[in-house]
């Protein structure tokens, strides 16, 4: 299981010296959330934040756009040193563009869907995508209890990509914690996306390999 701890979880006072801290206790990613106050009702941060954190971390920036026409933006991203995007199927009309916009630029595409939203929506998109994000809340806030009822959908998304796509991975993102993990793995998701199991407990690294550790 790779981890993602949620930047949006963190002591902003102490910006850098948090990222350091999840750098140090072996997370896998960086997660930024990106929320413009239209798609979901929160506004976050955009492109000078996201270029801000780049030049002080080698962490690889895992970018979650929740933003409507993410078309309009996903090269301002990009050149801020976005590794890996993702957006959402339901904020745009124009997916295959904004695949192509991010496939050219040699990033990480990936695709995320709200809990409403069912798989079979956006299975068409799989084989171009690097990723699959699912929302095991719904986006907007950090803090939400985990969604069991989306563990059918992300059984069903990895039988899909088993038989059509296996280098496609799931995330997972949403009410995440060390004991509802065990269920995520056995679902077969391989990335999860944690902001308060990480950036509230009292021992970062112990957090994160509690999320890794069905893996060890």
């Not at 039988?159 to 796509?165: A, E, L, M, P, S």
Request: include cysteine; proline fraction near 5%; aromatic fraction near 8%.
């Amino acid at each position: 299981m790779r981890v993602a701890p949620s930047i949006i979880a963190a002591n902003f006072t102490k910006f850098q010296e948090e990222i350091k801290r999840v750098e140090k206790a072996n997370a896998d990613l960086l997660h930024l959330d990106v929320m413009d106050g239209v798609f979901v009702p929160n506004i976050t941060f955009g492109p000078l934040i996201v270029k801000a954190i780049n030049e002080i971390t080698d962490m690889e920036l895992d970018v979650h756009l929740m933003i409507v026409k993410p078309e309009k933006y996903l090269r301002q991203f990009i050149e801020a040193g976005a590794d890996w995007i993702s957006f959402h199927a339901e904020a745009t009309e124009t997916t295959d563009e904004c695949i192509k916009i991010i496939r050219e630029q040699n990033k990480k595409v990936g695709l995320a869907i709200s809990p409403p939203t069912p798989f079979d929506r956006v299975k068409k998109y799989v084989d171009k995508l690097d990723f699959i994000l699912i929302m095991t809340v719904n986006p907007g806030f950090y803090g939400q209890k985990f969604l069991p009822e989306i563990l059918k959908k992300i059984e069903q998304t990895k039988d899909w990509i088993v038989t059509h796509k296996p280098d496609c991975l799931i995330q997972v993102d949403g009410g995440i914690n060390s004991r509802n993990v065990v269920e995520l793995d056995r679902a077969g998701v391989d990335i999860v996306v944690a902001g308060a199991a990480v950036f509230k407990s009292d021992d970062y690294k112990k957090a994160i390999k509690d999320l890794k550790c069905l893996k060890v």
